[in-house]
C-alpha cells in the first residue's frame, strides 16, 4: 500500500470501518512510513478533542422553520411549467389568429408572382434562359500553368534531346524540376538552373485565384525546342 491509498483508508481505519485485508495493509504501511504514521496520530488527536465538545442542543422549532421556508421557494421546474402554459394561452389566443391569415396572404401573393414572372417571360427566347451566349467559353475551375517566356539567355543546348517536368508557385516562378528523360550531368542541370531562374510562367489557377503547385512540360531537342 503506497502512501496515498493511506491517507484514503485513514478515517475509516481510525473508527474500525475497513475491511480487514485494507486494514492489515494499512498497519504495514503505518509501521513503516513515519509521514503517514504521524498523520494518523493528527487524526486520533483531533478525534479525541472532537469528543469531548458538549454537543449542541436543535431547536425545537427547527422542523417548523424549515417548513416554512420550502413552501415560500418556487421549485424552478414549477416556475418552468407555469412559464410553458403561459406561452401556450399566449399563441393559441393571440398568434395563432394572426398567422392563418398571414400564411394565406403569403401563398397568394406567392402565385400572383408567378404568374406574372410567365407573362414577363413570354416571348423570350429558350437560350437567353438558360444563359447561353453565342461563342461563349466556358470557365474552368482549375486551369493548368504554363510557360509564357524562357529566361533571356541564350537557348541551352544538348546532344540528346530532354524533357523535364518544373513546378510552378503563384508568383510564376519554377521552385523545382525533375527531368524525366535526357542528360543528368553537371553542365545540362547548370544551363537548366538559370533557364528555370530567368524564365516566367503563368501559374496554376483555381476558382481564378493563382495557386501553388502547377506543373509545366518542358522539351529540347538539339535542332527544335519545343515549349510544354
Request: overall charge neutral.
Amino acid at each position: 500500500m503506497n502512501c496515498h491509498e493511506a491517507a484514503r483508508h485513514l478515517p475509516g481505519y481510525l473508527d474500525g470501518a475497513i475491511e480487514t485485508p485494507a486494514e492489515s495493509g494499512l498497519r504495514e504501511h503505518l509501521a513503516s512510513c513515519h509521514e503517514c504514521h504521524g498523520q494518523a496520530e493528527r487524526y486520533r488527536m483531533m478525534s479525541r478533542a472532537l469528543a469531548n465538545l458538549t454537543p449542541v442542543p436543535v431547536p425545537s422549532d427547527l422542523a417548523v422553520k424549515i417548513r416554512i421556508q420550502v413552501s415560500k421557494a418556487t421549485p424552478w421546474s414549477m416556475w418552468t411549467h407555469h412559464l410553458r402554459i403561459r406561452a401556450s394561452l399566449i399563441f393559441s389566443n393571440i398568434l395563432a389568429p394572426i398567422a392563418i391569415p398571414a400564411t394565406g396572404g403569403v401563398l397568394t401573393a406567392l402565385g400572383v408572382f408567378v404568374l406574372i414572372l410567365q407573362n414577363m417571360l413570354v416571348g423570350v427566347p429558350i437560350g437567353a434562359m438558360a444563359g447561353v451566349v453565342a461563342n461563349d467559353q466556358p470557365t474552368n475551375i482549375v486551369q493548368p500553368a504554363y510557360l509564357e517566356t524562357l529566361g533571356p539567355i541564350p537557348a541551352p543546348t544538348f546532344e540528346d534531346s530532354l524533357t523535364l517536368e518544373t513546378t510552378v508557385n503563384r508568383q510564376g516562378q519554377a521552385v523545382n524540376y525533375r527531368i524525366i528523360s535526357g542528360p543528368r550531368d553537371s553542365d545540362a542541370q547548370r544551363q537548366i538552373d538559370q533557364l528555370m531562374l530567368l524564365s516566367k510562367f503563368r501559374p496554376l489557377l483555381n476558382d481564378g485565384l493563382p495557386a501553388d503547385g502547377g506543373h509545366v512540360v518542358l522539351t529540347f531537342n538539339p535542332a527544335i525546342r519545343v515549349r510544354g
